[in-house]
Nanobody, 118 residues
Framework: QVRLVESGGGSAQAGGSLRLSCAAA????????MGWYRQAPGKQRESVAT???????NYADSVTGRFSIARDNAENLVYLQMNLLRPDDSGVYYC????????????WGRGTQVTVSS
């Protein structure tokens, strides 16, 4: 079972920045795609940003222009740089990976909490 371990969560003021990291136990290039999801209390988990093996990137409308996903192939890391944070960005952020031939993200980290105060 591949492990994904998130780090970098914490507290920030509105307008501030945080950078999340996801360390994979195997090559990130072995996945069809990797991404960041988040879940706020009482809400469904939602996609924040994804990056395909080919480097195609997608962002949720709510974070476009503020968040940036990047991948370090040599270190098997995926980052999420979060700028201009807002209180509604608060939640548990999960790193996820999608295997080749699968339609869903099936490999998940345990999550890291992000709390943004106004």
């Amino acid at each position: 079972q591949v492990r994904l371990v998130e780090s970098g969560g914490g507290s920030a003021q509105a307008g501030g920045s945080l950078r999340l990291s996801c360390a994979a136990a195997e090559s990130v290039l072995g996945f069809a795609a990797m991404g960041w999801y988040r879940q706020a209390p009482g809400k469904q988990r939602e996609s924040v940003a994804t990056i395909s093996r080919a480097g195609n990137i997608n962002y949720a409308d709510s974070v476009t222009g503020r968040f940036s996903i990047a991948r370090d192939n040599a270190e098997n890391l995926v980052y999420l740089q979060m700028n201009l944070l807002r209180p509604d960005d608060s939640g548990v952020y999960y790193c996820a990976a999608k295997r080749w031939g699968r339609s869903q993200y099936e490999v998940w980290g345990r999550g890291t909490q992000v709390t943004v105060s106004s």
